[in-house]
């Protein structure tokens, strides 16, 4: 009997954690999917926000806190010196001219979502964002670009 609980335990325990990662999976991906449909940028729309522009408290919403300050910090070296510091492309398009279409967000799983979509070409371009779970949900920790470079990477960050 005592195995039977044991087992019943056990298996309540991984149905349990297996809905755990598919809700932080959901999560994760409600996130990514309301982040880029926010920043898309829309041809000829000069009122597209720059997510790079927004304040550390909004930033702090969408990345982890050390990204967020990375991401706000370069922007701030932009003001201050008028010239390009680390980021000179658009972070979640990987592009200076982004003219995303067909975006596709996609559960790869608990912790990382792939982002796909056509730019100027028309091949597909994808992109590895990978999410940590935080106090007020998810957020993102890192997006692996489609030539193997990383956002946390070209910001200094481990």
């Known amino acids: 009997m005592k195995l039977f609980t044991r087992s019943l335990m056990l298996m309540a325990l991984a149905v349990y954690a297996s809905n755990a990662a598919q809700a932080q999976a959901l999560t994760l991906e409600r996130l990514v999917a309301t982040t880029y449909a926010r920043y898309i940028p829309l041809p000829g729309e000069s009122e597209t926000a720059i997510l790079p522009h927004e304040s550390l408290a909004t930033l702090k919403k969408i990345f982890t806190d050390d990204l967020a300050a990375a991401i706000y910090d370069d922007s701030q070296c932009v003001l201050k010196t008028n010239a390009l510091c680390v980021l000179d492309f658009d972070i979640l398009f990987a592009s200076q001219d982004p003219q995303p279409r067909e975006l596709l967000v996609k ?52």
Do not use: E, N
Not at 132 to 140: T, V
């Open 107 to 158: 559960t790869k799983d608990a912790d990382q979502i792939d982002v796909c979509f056509r730019d100027q070409s028309p091949a597909r371009r994808c992109m590895r964002v990978t999410g940590a779970a935080g106090p007020d949900g998810a957020r993102i920790r890192d997006i692996k670009y489609d030539d193997g470079a990383t956002l946390r990477s070209l910001l200094k960050l481990r």
